[in-house]
């Protein structure tokens, strides 16, 4: 295991239900990302959070809320899902930053599906 | 725009034997480049990262190679496994502010006995 959980592992929920994905590091990092990948598409960078700080918003629907209470949790809420939004949710983490020579590492993800 | 431009979408091959899988990519400035494998319902691994001045590097039975100048990269498998059946992806850094990734779509490679 790469030392990155996520809960739940699969998650059903209908347009009108409020839910959240959990994500938590024991590597110790300060930086941590969502990355949502749909099939056939590339992954998609949708928040980043520098020591708790959100740095980065990809242009993301107001209906996904990330929260990051501490470097070593992250949350993501889901209210108004829309069907196009069932997805693989891929939470990550990194020393710092990514983007020079610090290793990403991803958690198994949530397989979210809206009815 | 930075795109990473992954072929083939997909190949089957018989274990054993090798394959090459293609990364090009139009991310600039490079800062560097890296594979993942993603196996089924399972998050990214980290095969190997390689910046400007590196031209190949090897992990096991994975080889990458990178050519800055044409903005290629290849990725060779040796003596496939089945348990090399996964999804793998190519990732480009830009050195620039945020230094976000760029990842392509992946190669979607299946391993037969």
């Known amino acids: 295991e790469t030392g990155v959980t996520q809960t739940p592992r699969h998650l059903v929920m209908g347009m009108t239900n409020k839910k959240s994905l959990k994500c938590e590091q024991h590597l110790g990092h300060n930086a941590m990302y969502w990355y949502k990948q749909s099939a056939k598409k590339p992954l998609e960078l949708m928040f980043v959070?520098?020591?708790?700080?959100?740095?980065e918003n990809n242009s993301v629907p107001s209906r996904f809320s990330p929260e990051c209470p501490n470097s070593s949790h992250l949350f993501l809420h889901l209210h108004t899902l829309q069907p196009e939004d069932s997805a693989l949710y891929l939470c990550?983490?990194?020393?710092?930053?990514?983007?020079?020579?610090?290793?990403?590492?991803f958690g198994p993800g949530t397989r979210l599906t809206v009815t | 725009k930075n795109q990473v431009e992954q072929s083939p979408q997909s190949l089957i091959i018989l274990e054993g034997k090798n394959c090459t899988l293609q990364c090009n990519y139009t991310v600039s400035p490079f800062s560097n480049l890296r594979w993942y494998k993603q196996d089924t319902g399972r998050g990214p691994v980290s095969l190997t990262i390689m910046t400007f001045s590196e031209n190949t590097k090897s992990n096991g039975r994975y080889t990458a190679t990178l050519d800055a100048d044409t903005k290629q990269s290849s990725l060779h498998i040796t003596a496939s496994q089945l348990s090399d059946s996964a999804s793998y992806i190519c990732v480009v850094s830009a050195s620039n502010a945020g230094n976000m990734l760029t990842f392509g779509g992946g190669t979607r490679l299946m391993v037969k006995p």
């Open positions: 990550a983490s990194s020393q710092a930053l990514a983007g020079g020579l610090y290793e990403q590492y």
């Open positions: 959070y520098n020591f708790k700080e959100q740095t």
